[in-house]
Nanobody, 124 residues
Framework: QVQLVESGGGLVQAGASLRLSCAASGRTFSMYTMGWFRQAPGKEREFVAA????????NYADSVKGRFTISRDNARNTVHLQMNSLKPEDTAVYYC?????????????????WGLGTQVTVSS
């Protein structure tokens, strides 16, 4: 099992950057594909980015390609989401998720472990 705790959210102006972090417990972090999802008020949870457990493959939602970068540090059991050129439509609660040996799915149902989320608010 793995427990996930997100941090790094906040209130920023459009065009600013934020770096989200997700700290994972457990000794087998390197065996988990890690994903970031987000949920805005009144909307369904949506995929943002994922990095495979192999560490060499990433995928992104079209809405964040070129602006967001996902990375992982297996030595520190952490995954990061660097968010640049933030837009008001990026406002949401951002969740970290883990999928054991997962393929990097964009579907939330594929991820068995979730953090509680961190709020990101982008003002115009």
């Amino acid at each position: 099992q793995v427990q996930l705790v997100e941090s790094g959210g906040g209130l920023v102006q459009a065009g600013a950057s934020l770096r989200l972090s997700c700290a994972a417990s457990g000794r087998t972090f390197s065996m988990y594909t890690m994903g970031w999802f987000r949920q805005a008020p009144g909307k369904e949870r949506e995929f943002v980015a994922a990095i495979r457990w192999t560490g060499s493959s990433t995928n992104y939602a079209d809405s964040v390609k070129g602006r967001f970068t996902i990375s992982r540090d297996n030595a520190r059991n952490t995954v990061h989401l660097q968010m640049n050129s933030l837009k008001p439509e990026d406002t949401a609660v951002y969740y970290c998720a883990a999928d054991y040996l997962g393929p990097g799915s964009v579907g939330a149902d594929s991820y068995g472990y979730w953090g509680l989320g961190t709020q990101v608010t982008v003002s115009s």
